[in-house]
């Protein structure tokens, strides 16, 4: 178990380290200048060559690439341009507000998708689970910045219950994790009903059934049982996706998360803040990635006590 | 093993009430195709103690069949009518009643032991969940358990506290086998419905599992509806026997005289279709007739190579 751990460790610190130096790579090869961003439009030549040596952008790639492997390992990831401040810092000060909108997010998902999942596999073809499939097609159909803008029109101006933008109350939490949570609902509900489905035609389950098993038994401890691990994964995964920042839907309510962040650091070329971003949410996803594999032994016998069958 | 077989006997020859008694039982199933007459009118009945066999081939409506008695058919696919009388209680005219006889007077033997136990939960959870329902024992832990273990032992299962620990991927087949009996005779059920106990099994464990439900019979007085396609098994445990093909009855009757004497093509081809019938032959209580079948197999089977 513990060389199991150190090996899914190994894995993940390297795919972190392929994922930023891919970064590093890219940002470099695609059009734009910090320089420009840095001294804006108006800056001579001169200026531009003075601000490139300042962030050492005038160096071969490679010579820029080695330093920043050297200052990586001592913990520091240079200092962001337009924040004039270590980058660590700047996306570490972000890294809360994403974290509360993603759990925030994946907690109402769980809460809603997977009571809704099972109602639906336990009235298939009846009109009100058609009119629930209908609006679950629709929220995996609608665009999150068009759910987001409708959400600010009719709960913050027109009916303005709650605040548009930022997080100064915790009412400000509310219309971002609806909004994030709708298409997540959406998909996730539907998994939910697929492998509940899959398990109700289950022979284990008629079987249970002809020992006098009650309904709601089946349901919840029998078919909820057996679901249980791919729709845990599929939450612990999106959850980890959400943690690289939930882009459009921060920047639609000017949400202070790291989506926003990397939003304004790739306007700006910010080359020391796009890396320090991709760098703490890779190492994060990594993070959250394990822990689904190491809670894998806790919903599965299977996985736990081994394949090995009996003769 | 044939104590109850005679061959006068008739199903209005006994005086106490069936354990079962199914008349003109119908199973229509909807299908894209259209509807299937699954199970055409067929009517049967079992008392305490005794096996009756539905034999037939793949298709032919046997499962349907037990599986429309048990009410385990998906409600909005399958149609049933006539009258299936557990105990007394008609299950196709209330059925609501059925959910009063799984679990205490009625239990299943499912037909693979590999897919029939829930695999997240493990045996002891399962077989004690039985146990709650069926509503004997006390609720108590200790007691539940240590019912569970006296229950595993009855189906010769060895070590039983280590096994109420294990989950089903860890036993085989067999074993699994006998911890669906167990699960079954939690309750004490009078009346056990075989679907194909053994057809998923070794030929080797086919025969433990066999006499481990006619040695609970003889115990117990418990009356068995086995569904099979095996002759060896039918000819093995069974008091009547009932050919069943396209969803009816093609012959019904005493088991002996079924073997010797079958009555129609069918039957002839089911009794063909037993390559060798082995060492069972042997087993005390059969009749000493059984050179009569071995002929017409061979001489069936010759006929058709």
């Known amino acids: ?311 | 093993m044939n104590a109850h077989t005679d061959a006068g006997h008739t199903d209005s020859g006994h005086k106490e009430q069936a354990l079962l008694e199914v008349r003109d039982f119908q199973v229509e199933l909807i299908t894209d195709a259209g509807i299937i007459r699954a199970v055409d009118s067929v009517s049967f009945s079992i008392h305490r103690g005794e096996t009756v066999t539905i034999i037939g081939e793949s298709g032919s409506g046997k499962s349907t069949t037990a599986m429309g008695i048990l009410r385990l058919l998906p409600e909005d696919l399958a149609v049933l009518s006539g009258s299936v009388k557990i105990d007394g209680v008609d299950v196709i005219a209330e059925p609501k009643a059925i959910e009063k006889v799984r679990g205490k007077t009625l239990a299943l033997i499912p037909q693979d032991p590999m897919t029939a136990l829930s695999p997240v939960h493990s045996i002891g959870s399962q077989l004690s969940e039985a146990i709650r329902i069926a509503g004997a024992a006390s609720t108590d832990k200790g007691a539940v358990q240590a019912r569970a273990i006296r229950l595993l032992e009855q189906v010769h299962i060895p070590t039983p506290e280590k096994q109420l620990k294990k989950y089903p991927h860890q036993l085989s087949g067999g074993m699994l086998q006998r911890v669906l009996i167990a699960i079954a005779l939690a309750s004490e059920p009078q009346l056990l419905v075989a679907d194909e106990p053994t057809s998923a099994l070794d030929v080797t464990v086919q025969g433990g599992i066999l006499d481990l439900l006619l040695e609970l019979q003889e115990q117990r007085g418990i009356g068995i509806l086995m569904i099979t396609h095996d002759l060896g098994v039918a000819r093995l445990i069974s008091d009547r026997i009932h050919v069943m093909k396209d969803g009816s009855f093609v012959e019904s009757g005493d088991v002996q005289q079924i073997v010797d004497h079958p009555a129609t093509e069918y039957t002839r081809d089911l009794l063909a279709a037993v390559p060798v019938l082995g060492p069972w032959d042997e087993t005390p209580g059969l009749p000493a007739t059984t050179t009569t079948p071995d002929a017409a197999l061979t001489n069936t089977g010759a006929r058709h190579e």
Request: glycine share 8%; net charge positive.
């Open chain 1, 1 to 311: 178990m513990t060389n199991y751990i150190l090996k899914r460790l190994g894995q993940g610190l390297l795919t972190v380290f392929l994922t930023v130096s891919t970064v590093f790579i890219l940002i470099r090869l695609a059009p734009g200048d910090p320089a420009v961003s840095y001294a804006g439009p108006l800056a001579t030549t001169e200026q531009l060559a003075k601000v490139r040596e300042q962030f050492g952008l005038d160096r071969p790639v490679l010579e820029q690439y080695w330093i920043f492997l050297q200052q990586l390992f001592t913990g520091n990831l240079g200092t962001s341009y337009s924040f004039q401040a270590p980058a660590l810092q700047v996306v570490a000060e972000r890294m809360p507000y994403t974290l509360t909108l993603a759990t925030a997010s994946i907690l109402l998902t769980a809460v809603v998708a997977i009571p809704l999942g099972v109602w639906m596999s336990r009235r298939p073809d009846t009109k009100s689970e058609f009119g629930v499939n209908v609006l679950t097609i629709a929220g995996q159909s609608m665009p999150d910045f068009w759910t987001g803008i409708m959400l600010l029109t009719g709960f913050a101006v027109l009916i303005p219950i709650f605040p548009a933008s930022g997080f100064a109350t915790w009412g400000g939490l509310v219309l971002p994790t609806v909004t994030i949570a709708i298409l997540q609902i959406a998909l996730i509900s539907r998994m939910v009903r697929r492998e509940m489905t899959t398990n109700f035609a289950a022979p284990y389950l008629t079987v249970a059934r002809s020992r006098g098993i009650r309904n709601s038994i089946l349901t919840w401890r029998y078919a909820m049982g057996n679901s249980a691990i791919p729709v845990f994964t599929a939450l612990g995964t999106r959850f980890a996706a959400m943690l690289n920042g939930v882009v459009v839907v921060e920047v639609v309510f000017a949400w202070p998360g790291v989506g926003s962040l990397i939003v304004r650091a790739l306007e700006t070329r910010d080359y020391p803040l796009i890396q320090a971003t991709v760098l703490l949410t890779a190492l994060l996803a990594v993070g959250v990635q394990l822990v689904i594999d190491l809670a894998y032994p806790l919903l599965d016998p299977r996985v736990r006590l081994g394949k090995a069958a009996a003769a």
